[in-house]
């Protein structure tokens, strides 16, 4: 039996002649949804006494999920669900059905209540739009740093370039984290125009698209919980507009250089800061999720889905009953991922900048503070600048 998604198939192909099959780490369930989604490819085949199925989730034939198998302290079994959303994704223009938003509503809420990410199919961003922003991303990294460097972030409006060593996400450890990245809170505001004509349109059709999705998203959450509707999306009404910090990061993974410090990261671990992230990852792998138990669990890369989880102004404001995960992203131990790069696009939501978040339920389980409190709290922590 062969079965896949036809566009990937070169993909795919590309990949098994490369680092050949490696077992798949998610259940028959997973496997099942993903299949329904023509994400996952079965083979069968024959062996001396039985057939045996090997079923190989595209993210599996990554090298990175083969050395992250190797790994002590880490748990491959323990999945992050996976939820479709139906008729919430974005080719839909009509308004979900009741039993739609409950089904949808109920899903992410099982999630965040118990690991905080979810896998989401059937979204909506097409791949085209994905694939223009990671080009765009992937030519401003590769300029020199002279050039990269004048566009130095301001951290007042959150948006351009962050070179390697200017942020510590783990502060506790203070870590060297080996990460480069863009932000870009703004559609007009700075952008490599001359060097990379591609990244503002890229940008603002991912805005565009991210924006629906998130008041779709915020909606679920409202119904979850058993909120009035509007109740998340009326504290986002500035997404990517004025008086709102929510901010769409490009992130670049350099290779490992030969010696690094011992205590060298890609990504320190962390917990976001807003309402809740969508995490675009490209096939390397290497994020890895804390469970509530506090063993790291492998977000594995599924082609085709946004990985979203829980931000802590989410977390404050539930009073504790979604949760902001801690997650952190590994340098490979195998020589060949050690030498390529990494890709990954987030777009970090957070509500206005002057909206007071305090615990829905009415108790004292965090202190009310205003968004852009928190923000700036956090990001003048992590940023050396
Ligand atoms: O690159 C990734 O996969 C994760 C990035 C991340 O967690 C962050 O920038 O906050």
Same mark, same amino acid.
């Given at each position: ?73 880490? #748990?491959?079994?323990? $999945? ?7 008729? !919430? @994704? /974005? ?5 979900? %059905? ?113 924006? #629906?999705?998130?008041? $779709? ?7 979850? !919980? @058993? /909120? ?5 999306? %009326? ?151």
């Amino acid at each position: 039996m062969f079965l896949c998604s036809y566009s990937s198939l070169l993909k795919i192909f590309a990949f098994h002649l490369c680092f050949g099959f490696s077992s798949c780490l998610l259940d028959n369930a997973t496997i099942g949804e993903l299949k329904k989604n023509k994400i996952v490819m079965l083979i069968s085949w024959p062996q001396p006494t039985s057939v045996c199925r090997l079923g190989c989730v595209v993210a599996s034939l990554t090298p990175e999920h083969r050395y992250q198998q190797k790994m002590e302290g880490i #748990t491959p079994g323990r $999945r992050i669900p996976l939820v479709d959303l139906g008729q !919430l @994704g /974005l080719m839909h223009d009509e308004e979900p %059905s009741q039993e739609e938003w409950q089904r949808v509503a109920r899903q992410l809420h099982d999630a965040f209540t118990d690991i905080g990410f979810v896998y989401l199919t059937n979204h909506g961003v097409s791949d085209d739009q994905m694939d223009h922003l990671f080009k765009s991303s992937a030519t401003f990294f590769n300029l020199d740093e002279e050039t990269k460097i004048r566009y130095q972030r301001d951290p007042e409006k959150q948006q351009g370039y962050v070179a390697v060593d200017r942020e510590t996400l783990d502060t506790k450890e203070m870590s060297h984290e080996l990460r480069e990245a863009y932000d870009l809170s703004r559609v007009d505001g700075l952008f490599p125009d001359v060097e990379v004509p591609s990244l503002r349109p890229a940008a603002a059709s991912f805005y565009k698209s991210c924006t #629906t999705l998130t008041n $779709r998203l915020l909606i679920a959450l409202a119904h979850s !919980l @058993g /909120l009035e509707r509007n109740l998340f999306t %009326s504290a986002h009404k500035g997404l990517c507009k004025d008086n709102n910090l929510t901010c769409l990061r490009l992130l670049h993974y350099p290779p490992v250089p030969d010696t690094i410090p011992e205590n060298t990261i890609r990504c320190g671990a962390h917990t976001d800061y807003g309402t809740i992230t969508l995490l675009f990852q490209d096939n390397m792998g290497g994020l890895q999720v804390r469970e509530r138990g506090g063993s790291w669990v492998e977000a594995v890369p599924v082609p085709g889905t946004i990985l979203v989880n829980v931000g802590d102004l989410l977390q404050f404001w539930t009073a504790d009953k979604f949760l902001a995960t801690e997650h952190r992203v590994l340098i490979p131990k195998e020589e060949l991922q050690r030498k390529a790069s990494r890709h990954s696009i987030a777009f970090f939501i957070n509500p206005d900048n002057s909206v007071l978040i305090k615990p829905l339920d009415g108790s004292s389980s965090h202190q009310p503070i205003t968004v852009k409190d928190h923000l700036f709290y956090k990001l003048r922590k992590s940023h050396n600048y």
